[in-house]
């Protein structure tokens, strides 16, 4: 049995279909621009896009996935609930999750989340700075003290997601917010990231260090070889004195 | 404007109807034996059952709720689905929510946590011991070092749900078990406490300790007036430099 | 026995005496600014600082106080280890603590946090604008979405805390930073809350927002009558199979 | 340049000198027992002990450690302030720290967290079983549900530690107690890990599953190469209009 984290990158794809600005800028897809550097560590990466039969998640694909990335935006609710509960099942049962920008919308996200997801947006050609507020994280390996990005679309507090985990980066915008940019839960024994920048008429995915953060992402997501998760009735592991008169007698 | 908390105590109120044991316990049903000790407290309390029309939680009910106490186990799949949005949508609003025992499998608590929220159980009338991990905590004013019950249900570990902002109450248990008992999480504007004991068939709502924790309860998850929440296009609050030239010119 | 909280504000009281434009803007010092308005809520309030004896804290004060907040940041050193010690004894049987703006690096703060509490600085009389974002929190009662604040010092991450239990603000500053700038924290039975904004030069603490916050803070910082902690040898509460043997053959 | 983990066991190595049933376990002294299994990791491993000069532990030696492990219990008092000081800024600049067991009542635990650390004890032989409660955890791979150690010393609640940032497992005492036994803590740069079981008069280091927790730590808690901490003033990012006359003029 090999050790190779395997990654399923997912992808909506469809403004790359009918934006011009978007194809030029990710002319295979934002999938394959996530992918290819994906590939050159030591991870066994495929895609899968919304258009594909069950959109290219079928459970066999799942099922030997370790951490999928999801990138959606326009069109989350085409994506069927059958696929959102296999997602999630696989999820609690260990398979790491990377949610990427818009993402925070989709319904996979919000299914693990339990609350809206919701947040300011605006789309501005502005500039953010992601500070790193969690130096001793492997998920900042390599990085600096923080990542600039010239152009970027803004997200802003306040972010209607469960108090992170671990906070990792906080965003600073041009234009006056601040975000929680960079968040780790675990659901059941899987491992879910989410990750701010990459709107689609940006090369957000085509910068070093934001890759590298995806990178570091796929390893600290992977599934750990933990306890399996056991439910239901239990035989005690210890001897219990009968009680059953003390309520029989109340 | 009255300061008073609003209370609704929401029971599915089955097993009072055909359960000789539990009725001999419970015999005006398990959301009565909640409801009295929180009228002595200074709150309003009302009751809901899962056979009233909308389950006794129209939206007028809801809206005027402060803070919703759930207590469910045989019959969770037959709350509607309009049902659960609707609480979700206030808990996220700010309506606190207390979920009691077998409440963890209720649709509105697997629906805020995002996970299984599956356990061990077992039924053989054995001691619990909650202990106390967080003694700075509001919901602990007035308890001791630990709470003892001479019977109970036992629910045992891995409890599948997030891991708790704050975790109050580890239980012990005399057949080898622990258990997460007492946790805390916020969920968009709203306070959420699940609380482990309370089975059916013991006379646990009767205890002066946990009716205490609950009333505790009910004024830490009381709604704040904080900040409402404002989503969606936001205009700066800075001057931007435009710098749409930077992503056309790539 | 009273329900009002007893607030005891302490100020190292240095910049007043020797800063001609922070004795212009606090002409009582920083300790009265704050004191004033808090006793129009209900508490009571006393006042200490640095050249006091015994730092104006001798125990007969600490043992009579629910909630002390801390001003301090050209003198820490001269704050002798014994109040420090005093104070951390008292935090940690459950006097609340809120530590504001440059007391990040006083003794008592650095020593419940057990790490260096170093960050980046600024005196540019920039803009802050501070972000909820934890909208459910007691301490953000009455605050809007943010808090805006003319000029400021800057305070920059990585800010060396413990992360925190509960993140409430998060600041922008003009120049190019954020901050995590409201933590809070439990210690022993104790409540702290680090608060950023209030630098000595500016009018911050005449800011009606930055007052609520303080006064919010107080009544969650203030004792909870919970469990007393009971450390030390115990006798079991459960019986207890012998065996001694088990390691004597081995 | 290795990327091999470089790990040193630090023991008091004491009781080892004077009590005759810990030398029979550990005849070569705790420190021993537990370097030798890390050792057929892939860990460079090193032990110190208390009556070494500097207690094994002079500059060189910590500059070159990624990971410390620690275990002492009747001569806490007898490391010098200076050791203590070092390691602490070690930790917080990156290295790992575990804390086994008695080692909660270290100079350097307590300085890292801020509390007392005290709790509840009792040598009674009895059972101990350590549930796993946080599944998705790197250090419970390859651990089963709970692990079970037929006799230890007890712990109990209430452990005066800060809220852990990672629960790991808890545990089960025959006697009647719970502990939150497996607890993770980053300080600055670095990560900590406290650990419970092993008391010095029972095999506890011999047990293959407690060996496996410590050496899953170790990879844990090894250093990442995130951003170098960079403190004090710091010129701005961008352009800040100066408002130096607000303040003036007031």
Chains 1, 2, 3, 4 share one sequence.
Not at 130 to 155: C, F, K, R, T
Request: aromatic share 10%; glycine share 6%.
């Amino acid at each position: 049995m090999s050790n190779t984290i395997r990654v399923t990158v997912w992808n909506e794809n469809r403004h790359e279909q009918t934006n011009e600005q978007v194809r030029r800028i990710y002319p295979e897809g934002i999938h394959h621009a996530i992918a290819v550097p994906l590939r050159q560590e030591q991870f066994e990466v495929r895609t899968a896009t919304l258009d594909e039969p069950e959109h290219g998640l079928p459970e066999e694909v799942l099922n030997t996935t370790d951490v999928l990335i999801w990138w959606g935006h326009q069109a989350h609710d085409e994506v069927s609930d059958e696929t959102v509960e296999r997602v999630q099942k696989r999820v609690l049962e260990g398979m790491g999750l990377i949610v990427l920008h818009s993402g925070h919308f989709s319904k996979i996200f919000k299914k693990l989340m339990g609350t809206t997801c919701d947040l300011k947006w605006r789309e501005a050609n502005e500039k953010e700075r992601l500070w790193v507020v969690n130096p001793a994280h492997p998920i900042v390996q390599g990085i600096d003290q923080y990542i600039e990005l010239e152009s970027e679309e803004m997200y802003g507090e306040f972010f209607d997601i469960p108090q992170p985990e671990e906070l990792i980066f906080v965003s600073w915008f041009e234009g006056g917010e601040v975000f929680r940019s960079g968040c780790t839960y675990t659901r059941g024994r899987g491992k879910v990231f989410y990750f701010r920048p990459g709107h689609e008429t940006y090369p957000t995915y085509y910068h070093p260090e934001i890759l590298k953060v995806i990178s570091n992402a796929v390893r600290w997501a992977a599934p750990v070889n933990g306890p399996s998760l056991v439910f239901g009735n239990a035989k005690p592991l210890e001897v219990i004195k009968n009680k059953v008169e003390t309520v029989e007698n109340k």
